[in-house]
DNA sequence: GTCTATAAGACGATAGAC
DNA sequence: GTCTATCGTCTTATAGAC
């Protein structure tokens, strides 16, 4: 999960005013959201003229996407290896953890993906993007989850957002995953056995 | 909790307009958020133009102020209240209570309150209001509470926005009401004693 | 209370010189 | 790659007639 990275960093020093656009947006994105930044914004933090940032992308909308795209990614890839578990257990599991895990290594990025509304609408005309909640809901609670749990998940995956946000930076990425953790469990611990059972006689 | 109104409706006739500006104000920041709405968008909504709007409202932040005060006033009820309490076990079922209430009664109302960072801006400049959160916590977990009862509270709270955005339109409120605080008792339940040893020798 | 008309400026985006 | 200069559109907001 650390390892994986995107295409963007393979090549490090080529497009380097491109990748400075892209860190500026993500600061004035974090900070202020993407409806509340103008390219004059990103332009000024990096003492250029708008002329220059449109130089590198054509449109705001590139930006954007060239900020959300590696999460949208990572997210996908963290779904996927969750998708292909057979057990369902091990599917929550792998999916929790992968969720945390990459909140808590980019939380600045995943808070930008969900802070606007404006965001959302950009990844909506992306394919395959907009069914990535259905399946993150499918895959966490299994076919035919009752009320209660859904409501749990939802209060847990916006929760995981709302970390994102700036709202606990005094806490290291380790003590934060396991705490995170750690909520996802009392939150969605399926219904216990009456007492562990599982080997056959 | 229910009766609470707000100055408003106490007049319910006159202010029609102006409470048909709210109205629709309500609906479109619910929508597209408040950066994304215009004066022009609501104008069109109620079929007239910018400057009958305008005539209610000399600005669009005194908009986005009487859409919001109302709930800030409910919210700023609720923590009062639950600050009132003595021991500390009653001021977190109180505050929990309260919120989820508050939450459920007007969720729209409450995902627009925290749905745009301009929201936020908006009500910085507002004297009192900046401390609602660090009160929340404050009240949610008493004197000196661990990371991870932090790290707990604010995914609840975080999570408890999320709730309002629309996630869960499927689910009637007092349902909804119940799954939410059973989740909250889940995150935020103080460590058990060894076994219930209330009554005194 | 609502209208037309308009000011003054920010926005995203483009053309063309250097 | 960055600049100046500009276009057309949208924005908030105001003035004044009806």
């Given at each position: 999960?650390?390892?994986?990275?995107?295409?963007?960093?393979?090549?490090?020093?080529?497009?380097?005013?491109?990748?400075?656009v892209?860190?500026?947006?993500?600061?004035?994105?974090?900070?202020?959201?993407?409806?509340?930044?103008s390219?004059?914004?990103?332009?000024?933090?990096?003492?250029?003229?708008?002329?220059?940032?449109?130089?590198h992308?054509?449109?705001?909308?590139?930006?954007?996407?060239?900020?959300?795209?590696?999460?949208?990614?990572?997210?996908d890839?963290?779904?996927?290896?969750?998708?292909?578990?057979?057990?369902?257990?091990?599917?929550?599991?792998?999916?929790?953890?992968?969720?945390?895990?990459?909140?808590?290594?980019?939380?600045?990025?995943?808070?930008i993906?969900?802070?606007?509304?404006?965001?959302?609408?950009?990844?909506?005309?992306?394919?395959?993007?907009?069914?990535?909640?259905?399946?993150?809901?499918?895959?966490?609670?299994?076919p035919?989850?009752?009320?209660?749990?859904?409501?749990?998940?939802?209060?847990?995956?916006?929760?995981?957002?709302?970390i994102?946000?700036?709202?606990?930076?005094?806490?290291?990425?380790?003590?934060?995953?396991?705490?995170?953790?750690?909520?996802?469990?009392?939150?969605?611990?399926?219904?216990?056995?009456?007492l562990?059972?599982?080997?056959?006689?």
């Open positions: 999960m650390a390892t994986m990275t995107t295409q963007l960093d393979a090549v490090p020093h080529r497009n380097a005013g491109r990748e400075k892209v860190a500026a947006a993500i600061d004035l994105f974090a900070e202020r959201g993407v409806s509340g930044t390219l004059q914004m990103i332009a000024d933090r990096l003492g250029v003229t708008k002329a220059a940032v449109y130089y992308f054509k449109a705001k909308r590139d930006i954007v996407l060239a900020v959300v795209r590696p999460v949208i990614a990572e997210l890839a963290v779904i996927e290896s969750a998708e292909r578990e057979r057990s369902q257990a091990v599917r929550t599991e792998t999916l929790l953890a992968g969720l945390v895990d990459l909140m808590v290594s980019s939380r600045r990025l995943y808070a993906l969900e802070g606007d509304l404006a965001v959302g609408e950009i990844l909506a005309s992306d394919p395959g993007v907009s069914t990535l909640g259905e399946r993150i809901v499918e895959v966490l609670l299994g035919d989850p009752d009320p209660g749990q859904i409501v749990a998940a939802h209060i847990f995956l916006a929760g995981l957002k709302g994102g946000q700036g709202i606990t930076e005094g806490i290291a990425d380790d003590d934060l995953r396991t705490h995170v953790l750690d909520c996802a469990h009392k939150l969605l611990r399926r219904r216990r056995r009456p562990t059972r599982t080997t056959l006689p």
